[in-house]
């Protein structure tokens, strides 16, 4: 009996090693597919298509605001007035310190110049910006009251609605 409950245990381990049980298996692939998900990237809504951006995210600032996004555009969301807010929630922290970062320039809505494309618009200080944001905020917002503050082609643009940030938005690459 000695002889045999080494070589049993021993059989049990090394079988169990290369095995995962059938219930530990589909735990693995919940949590796994829970955390792809959980990080799957948002689709930015392409240059120059018509219509509004497609909610896919929400973010709630320290404030109490929160905003909608669709990964390229965040907008306060008692400014959007979305019909439903989406279900996925995003960290504040990025957009709040988007918002804290010094800007060099400034410029109205009106001050916007459309490419040829009619994809996309460019600041006076050639910053290319995604033409379906821009359609949007002018259709949402009193145009006059709008601004955009930029920096440089690679960083967001912020949108300031009466002196306060409501949202910002990518620069589109050219």
């Not at 060099?104 to 110049?113: G, P, Q």
């Not at 009193?142 to 949202?167: E, M, N, W």
């Amino acid at each position: 009996m000695l002889r045999i409950l080494p070589t049993v245990l021993i059989r049990s381990y090394t079988r169990g090693m290369p095995h995962i049980t059938a219930g530990a298996m589909i735990a693995i692939i919940v949590m796994t597919a829970h955390l792809v998900l959980a990080q799957s990237k948002m689709t930015p809504t392409v240059p120059g298509t018509p219509g509004d951006p497609v909610w896919q995210g929400i973010v709630r600032l320290g404030d109490g605001r929160a905003f909608v996004t669709d990964g390229g555009f965040a907008i306060d969301a008692a400014i959007a007035r979305p019909a439903t807010l989406p279900e996925r929630e995003l960290p504040g922290k990025v957009l709040q310190d988007y918002f804290n970062a010094a800007h060099k320039d400034e410029c109205h809505l009106s001050e916007l110049t459309a490419a040829a494309t009619g994809k996309t618009y460019s600041t006076p200080t050639g910053i290319a910006v995604n033409a379906t944001y821009v359609n949007y905020l002018r259709r949402i917002l009193p145009a006059r009251t709008v601004r955009l503050r930029t920096t440089s082609p690679s960083q967001p643009v912020i949108i300031i609605f009466d002196g306060k940030a409501v949202g910002v938005l990518m620069p589109v690459k050219q």
